[in-house]
């Protein structure tokens, strides 16, 4: 693997198997109360600009579980909130720390931060992309799918930082993906481009929910609204209308078809309270699993 994980179009396909393989085998380890003491001595640092739930603490979860530190910094008690240059900052952190997971708004930041530390750097969210996430999701897929191959997945919703990373890992991975957004909410053709997906083969856009959840095996949304369009939620609320993944918009899909949310989720919104609290919901997997993958990538990015 690189030194860093910033962007999923940083991993080999077989980056990805190893992952998922690694992942899915300490979850395995962990639910038999084995733990394995591989990071003993080492230091997670954590850089956090937005706020978190399930990210900062299954890093942090993650790295105690494996023997070793997090250190929680929010900008605000750093340096970097009276300015800081981040090639400063980042060198004398890669004195201290064996790896820095961060979330940022701008993406150049973490790019910064990557190119001048000696150490890994994590994307844990940018405005850009999400590629923890993304990595945690696939391996629900394979948990309740047996695998990825020939499994037709929907993107409903935003155009943002998860659905760009969806799109990363479906022009790796040659995933069936097909993206439905508002128009003027759609993924950026930039950010298509430099995937290199093939929008005439595995990944399709559109701006009709009903044609991306038809026949699909997994359907996926996000809130309307990211961190930072808060002010944005009105007028979004309109331009979403019909994109709420609900009971109807779901009788297109397959009949055990898995929905997927990264969570939070506002219900009402992007996603209807009873697809939420379904019984066979397995969105607290996703959730679950993110402290598992996360495991698998420190270890990787840490010891190689
Ligand atoms: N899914 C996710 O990244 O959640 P948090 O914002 O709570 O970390
Ligand atoms: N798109 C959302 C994801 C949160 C995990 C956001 O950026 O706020």
Known sequence: MNK????LLDLEPQDFTTLFERALSLKARHKKGIFD???AGKTLGLIFDKKSTRTR??????MIQLGGHPIYMSTQDTQISRNEPAEDTARVLSRY??????RTFDHDLVEAFAQSATIPVINALTDAFHPCQILSDIM???EHKGGYENVRIAWVGDGNNVANSWVNAAAVLGLDLIVACPDNHHIKPDMIAASGADTKKNIVFTNDPKEAVKGADVVYTDVWASMGEEDELEGRLKAFEGFQVNEELLKGAKNDCLVLHCLPAHRGEEIAESVLEAQNAAFWDQAENKRHMHKAILEQLILG
């Open 97 to 102: 720390i064996d790896c820095l997971a961060m």
């Open 37 to 39: 003491a591989l990071l």
């Open 140 to 142: 629900t897929v394979i």
């Open 4 to 7: 860093d994980l910033l962007c």
């Open 57 to 62: 603490i299954a890093f942090e979860t993650a």
